[in-house]
């Protein structure tokens, strides 16, 4: 068991003891502990290796112990920070002249140009302090200097910084930098591997490493094989290229306004088997939300803002994206609880003078843009302010809400709210964390709080909205059930009154007819009487025109019939008496 550095340190330091001979038991007692794997035992490595670091701070071996380390304990934060001025991408960031580092010292390493090989030179504190004085000529000495020139050792160059610093880089979700990195790391421990084959002699191939013809044993049972710090490399390189791949052709569909199509690329991304790095997710989520909100599909697009929050709180984009839907839907109070959100968060980086965060983290704004946005934050904040005291407060478009126009069914917006209610539950909006590959494993719960919050707040909204938008399609109905009665009923009235014209107009034409045959008949009989008169009477009764064999029950009705028929000479009636 390696002895405690601090103890190490107050003992009494004994003359023949040098600060190199004290690093290297530290180094020793290190590698012990971390060759068991435990996470107690390699956080107490890591404490012997800062005290080496202490009396050698240049020391490459360990740097790299302690990289390594940390990378085992997932702390990629702390690797970030300890190897920031490496990260090929910072170099990019640093032409923001108004950014301010926090850190004095990293300041002036990170204006430097960005150096991934360590310089060549000895690492010890003693080889500094070397008297370079002329030395006789020694052919070992020279072979020694010619075989290290031929057979590098990676170590001493500095190639681990590739390796560590990209898979911490990739957990962290700077893809780019991950993804350079490690290509290049692999292709160095590539050319030196080459290298040292090549400079390998038939004298480094001993006989008992290849067993003779004649002597034939029984090979040992293989153990479980491990996937070795190359192919584990691999496997990390081909997944990031995978991410990144979707997420160009996402941002290119996005850009070319196919809205639907980048929404597939991200979801592909979000939604996948294989977890993302938390920062390339919040990324991702917040492009998805750009592309809902281009879309008009506000409420994910208000999901999507609140993943992104939760994921990365400080993320000016996410507010401010947030702010400018629930402005467009009239929902103002909420807006302006962002805006004020947003406004303290551009204050504490006027006072911090950098942006928040580490150095090496990446943002959508510059720090010499933040003076200007908080002005025109300021005077949105007061326009809004204005606007809810005047009553804007309940007009709230729900309709553009849940994604329905004005004057919809009962069905639409039944099936509208119930895949709004199954995609925005609360109890679902966590799932997306088990997706995601968390930097610090601490921050699970505290993000899954404010994800159970946030789609809390927007599912309660979307209850309300459905709540109006249903009283409004109900009052819509009554209205019509209203009006088509009123219809029906007016439509029943002209209905009787031509079913009464037409019948008068029937009964009209059976009198007439009626009276054109009663008519005609009369005629006949008439003209049969007078014929006969006249036969029988002669001319001397010519002056007694009476008609006989006339009989009717109703003279009124056989002299109305005679009068519409044409007769209008006067008849003389004989009344007599009928027997029935």
Known sequence: MATSPALTCTEKKHWWLSNRKIVDKYIRDARTLIATQEHSEIASALSLLDAALALSPRLELALELKARSLLYLRRFKDVADMLQDYIPSLKMANDDSGSVSSDSSSQQLSRERVKLLHSGGDSSDDSLGRDPSFKCFSVSDLKKKVMAGLCRNCEKEGQWRYLVLGQACCHLGLMEDAMVLLQTGKRLATAAFRRESISLSDDSFPFSKFPLSN????????????????????????????????????????????????????????????????????????????????????????????????????????????????????????????????????????RDRKLPGPAWKRHNVRYREIPGKLCALTTKIQELKQRVASGETG????????????????????????????????????????????????????????????????????????????????????????????????????????????????????????????????????????????????????????????????????????????????????YEALSC
């Open 395 to 574: 007009n709230v478009d729900y309709y553009a809400l849940i994604g329905l126009r004005r004057g919809c069914s009962r069905s639409e917006l039944e099936r509208a709210h119930l895949l709004l209610s199954l995609r925005h539950k609360p109890d679902k909006a966590i799932s997306f964390t088990e997706r995601c590959e968390f930097a610090d494993e601490r921050d699970l719960d505290s993000v899954r709080d404010r994800a159970k919050m946030s789609a809390l707040l927007l599912y309660r909204l979307l209850q309300k909205g459905y709540s109006s938008v249903m009283s409004n399609i109900m009052d819509e109905e009554a209205a019509e059930k209203r009006r088509k009665t009123a219809t029906a009923v007016t439509a029943l009235q002209a209905a009787t009154q031509v079913q009464q014209q037409a019948q008068n107009s029937l009964l009209e034409q059976e009198v007439k007819l009626e009276t054109t045959a009663a008519a005609s008949s009369l005629e006949t009989t008439g003209a049969k009487i007078i014929n006969s008169n006249d036969l029988n009477n002669g001319p001397s009764s010519s002056n007694a025109n009476v008609y006989q064999g006339i009989f009717c029950r109703d003279i009124a009705a056989v002299g109305n019939l005679l009068s519409q028929a044409g007769f209008n000479r006067p008849l003389t009636v004989k």
């Open 215 to 350: 002597n034939h044993q029984t090979p040992p049972a293989t153990p479980p094989r491990t996937m070795t710090e190359s192919e584990s490399v691999s496997q990390l390189l081909s997944h990031i290229k995978l991410l990144l791949r979707r997420r160009t052709a996402a941002i290119a569909a996005l850009d070319a306004g196919l809205y639907s199509e980048a929404i597939r690329h991200f979801s592909k991304i979000v939604d996948g088997r294989r977890g993302a790095p938390q920062g390339f997710l919040a990324e991702c989520y917040m492009h998805r939300a750009f592309a809902y909100r281009s879309s008009g599909r506000i409420a994910e697009s208000i999901a999507d803002c609140n993943k992104t929050l939760a994921l990365e709180p400080s993320c000016i984009q996410a507010l401010d994206t947030r702010a400018l839907l629930l402005e467009t839907i009239r929902c103002l109070p909420d807006c302006l609880h962002d805006l004020e959100h947003l406004k303290l968060l551009y204050n504490a980086i006027l």
